[in-house]
Every structure is written in C-alpha cells, then in structure tokens.
C-alpha cells in the first residue's frame, strides 16, 4: 500500500519521506493557500523532494481551459499529476489528458458511478473523499469499497486514492480492504506510531538500562 502526503508544507512532506511514508503528495487550492506561497515555486519543490506522483489542482471548469492547465502543469516536472474535478466538464478533460499520456487524479468523488465514469475517462487515480462523506453521516469507507469492486469487476487500472482522511482508522480500513493508496493529513500520518504500550515499555527498558551504568561502544 501506498502512503501519499495531502499537504503543501515541505517540512512536513520531509519528515514524512525520512519515515518513509512519503509515497507520494496530494495538494488541493486549500491546501496551497494554507502555505501563502507562489503555486508554481511549492509545486516545483515538492516535486524535487518527492520520488512519486505529486497532485497539483487545476482550477478552471470548462474542458478546453483544463486541459490548457494540464499541459502547463504537467511541464513542470515528470512527476506532476493534474488534479480535476469530478464534473461534465472535467472528464471531458481527463479524456483529452489520457490521450495526451498527461496522468489524471480525479478529485471530488462521493459516489460509484462518478469513479467509473473516471475510470471509463482513463483517469490515473481517483479520489474518493470519505472523511466529508462521514461528515454528513454516510459512511466514506463503503464507497470506497463499493469502487475497489467495480474496478476489480472490469480490470480498470485507475488506482484508488483514499483521501479526506480523518483518522489511522480510515487508513487501517483502506488497507483491509486493500485500496491502492491512502492520502494523509500530516497530523494523522504522525499518529500512525504511536501505541502506549510503545511508550510505557520502552521507559521501563531505558530505565533497566540505566541501572546498569553501561554503554555501547564502538569496537
Ligand atoms: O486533498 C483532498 C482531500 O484529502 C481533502 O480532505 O479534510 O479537506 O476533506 P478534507
């Protein structure tokens, strides 16, 4: 499974990559504006910290005007994938970008049927929001179930990107289920290590070790 960044902040995207959980980064409009830098500049530099995909939001609604975003995303470095909404328009776009061989990430997704028409589009990820879809009690998860399904039913290779993720829980539920990707919050991804049995049983071994008033030495 694949563990994407949903953030615009590098520091965050660094600490996540020396854990090795930086698979790849998802950025929304929101999420650049959090940052309060020029687009282009974080984008670029994310791409060149990150080995793997990084998500870069096109904000025009009209086909024509997305696919002229995509091709000016995508020059920006290899490994940039151009964001669309799930509208009319935006798949119209994400069949022009398959055609192009411009990689697609088709955002917004509540429901079945928009991730097959993305699938159909030749869309090259799919995003799934299931922490908004909790917010108005649905559960998120089974949608993305419901998607794995359907893709797994016609071979579609759109790859499946868990995202508006709220909790470890989401994640572990992604992974049970065997979703190709989750995208995570910071914050969340933090808490991915932390157990209190962790915390209690290594104080008890330091302080064990202490007793004994040793060292590990080179040799
Ligand atoms: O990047 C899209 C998605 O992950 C947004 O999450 O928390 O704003 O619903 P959230």
Not at 68 to 84: G, Q, T
Not at 169 to 193: C, Q, R, S, Y
Request: aromatic fraction near 8%.
């Amino acid at each position: 499974m694949k563990f994407f960044v949903d953030t615009a902040n590098v520091e965050q995207i660094r600490q996540a990559k020396a854990w090795g959980l930086c698979d790849g980064v998802t950025t929304n409009p929101t999420l650049v504006a959090r940052e309060g830098r020029d687009f282009r500049e974080v984008i670029e530099e994310i791409c060149s910290i990150v080995d793997g995909p990084v998500s870069a939001e096109a904000v025009t609604t009209e086909a024509d005007s997305i696919l002229a975003e995509a091709r000016e995303l995508s020059s920006w470095a290899p490994n940039i994938v151009v964001k669309i909404p799930l509208i009319p328009e935006g798949i119209k776009a994400v069949r022009m970008c398959a055609q192009e061989g411009i990689k697609t990430n088709v955002t917004l997704c509540f429901s079945p049927l928009q991730a097959l028409i993305a699938a159909k589009a030749g869309a090259s990820y799919i995003s799934p929001f299931v922490g908004r879809l909790d917010d108005i009690s649905h559960q998120g998860m089974e949608l993305v179930h419901q998607i794995l399904q359907i893709y797994q039913n016609y071979g579609f290779q759109t790859e499946v990107i868990v995202a508006s993720v709220r909790n470890p829980l989401h994640v572990v539920e992604a992974a049970m289920m065997g979703a190709h990707i989750a995208t995570v919050p910071f914050d969340v991804l933090a808490k991915f290590f932390n157990h209190p049995l962790t915390d209690v049983g290594l104080k008890r071994f330091l302080a064990d070790w202490e007793k004994l008033q040793q060292e590990i030495k080179s040799s």
